[in-house]
């Protein structure tokens, strides 16, 4: 099934401590972004990639980095974790797909990554 | 990023009964698309209904509907004949095809009691 991959599900992760989230598609979309979602904030946009090798900073990139070395791969680091990351991550790709018989312009979200910073 | 507003952090509404979402978005374009997303305890982020700006008609997706007033740069959800599994968080989304980046609302926690 065509979609996006995120691991790890879920993390506890020591403060200070280096972290990557991963991220895999296999839709061949151009576009790749990380949100995180926080309560009562909805979902802001992190980074994002419109293709392989450019990357770009969204709405709350502190603390974040980014790397697209290739179109199916889009991973999200954290130098070093402080607890205001605490968060659920979410990939997500942008594209053309079928969606209810229509070709649409659309995203595609990953499961979402639990991240907890102590 | 574009500003989308959800007033209402939660709402509770009757087996069988219908329930309304607001949102209210803020732009100076004039072609956009408008979406709402569900996000159960699963996590899972799922299409409900998209709207474009350039349509004057709204657009319906079985039991959930849309009124989109461009003027008023309103684009509430209704949700008719509400099941238990709709229960979920709902989540209202603005595009640019300026350049496609997802900005979301605060999301509104929607409770369907049995």
């Known amino acids: 099934i065509a979609g996006i991959t995120q691991a790890p599900t879920s993390q506890i992760l020591a403060a200070g401590r280096r972290m990557t989230l991963r991220c895999t598609q296999d839709?061949?979309?151009?576009?790749m972004y990380w949100y995180r979602q926080d309560l009562g904030l909805g979902l802001r946009l992190i980074h994002y990639s419109n293709t392989a090798g450019t990357t770009g900073k969204g709405e709350v990139p502190d603390g974040y980095s980014v790397s697209r070395a290739n179109t199916d791969d889009f991973p999200l680091t954290l130098a070093s974790a402080v607890p205001s990351q605490t968060s659920v991550y979410f990939c997500?790709?942008?594209?053309?797909?079928?969606?209810?018989?229509?070709?649409?312009?659309?995203?595609?979200f990953g499961s979402g990554t639990r991240l907890t910073v102590v | 990023a574009q500003t989308v507003t959800q007033s209402q952090p939660e709402m509770s509404v009757q087996e069988a009964e219908t329930v309304t979402l607001s949102c209210t978005y803020d732009?100076?374009?004039?072609?956009?698309?408008l979406f709402w997303y569900k996000q159960p305890p699963s996590r899972q982020m799922i299409l409900v209904i998209r709207?474009?700006?350039?349509?004057?008609q709204n657009a319906t997706e079985n039991r959930f509907s849309v009124n989109f007033q461009k003027a008023a740069k309103s684009f509430s959800l209704k949700i008719s004949d509400s099941q238990l599994g709709d229960t979920a968080m709902y989540f209202c989304a603005f595009i640019s095809p300026n350049d496609y980046k997802l900005s979301f609302g605060a999301g509104t926690t929607v409770t369907v009691r049995a």
């Open positions: 997500a790709s942008s594209g053309y797909t079928r969606d209810r018989g229509r070709f649409n312009y659309g995203y595609t």
């Open positions: 709207q474009e700006a350039y349509k004057q």
């Open positions: 732009t100076s374009e004039n072609n956009y698309y």
């Open positions: 839709m061949r979309h151009n576009a």
